[in-house]
């Protein structure tokens, strides 16, 4: 009797198994062609950035140089006596 319920319990599981596996596989295909798609989306933003940060600019308000924020000039201060 136990031999023929092993062989009902494989006869059930053997498809379930093969279904989840077939299941698995399919979805990660579809994850892989996602993954390609947002690479070559995230190229093409990179590519179409990097288009726009190597222009010649055309005004002065166009220049990054003349964008950045000046650092304050720090000079080497001698400690008051009072402190030592």
């Keep these: 009797m136990g ?3 092993a062989c009902v319990l494989v006869v059930f599981l053997l498809p379930i ?3 989840l596996l077939l ?3 399919e979805a990660k295909s ?3 062609q996602q993954v390609e ?3 070559k989306l995230r190229r093409q933003v990179e590519n179409s950035e990097r288009k726009k940060r190597d222009k010649e600019p055309s005004t002065i308000s166009d220049n990054p140089i ?3 924020v ?3 000039l720090s000079l080497p201060m001698s ?3 009072e402190l030592e």
Excluded: N, Q
């Design 3 to 5: 031999w023929v319920a």
């Design 17 to 19: 198994m093969g279904m």
């Design 23 to 25: 299941e698995t596989l």
């Design 30 to 32: 579809e994850v892989k």
């Design 37 to 39: 798609k947002v690479e």
């Design 66 to 68: 003349f964008d950045r």
């Design 70 to 72: 000046r650092r304050p």
């Design 79 to 81: 400690r008051p006596k």
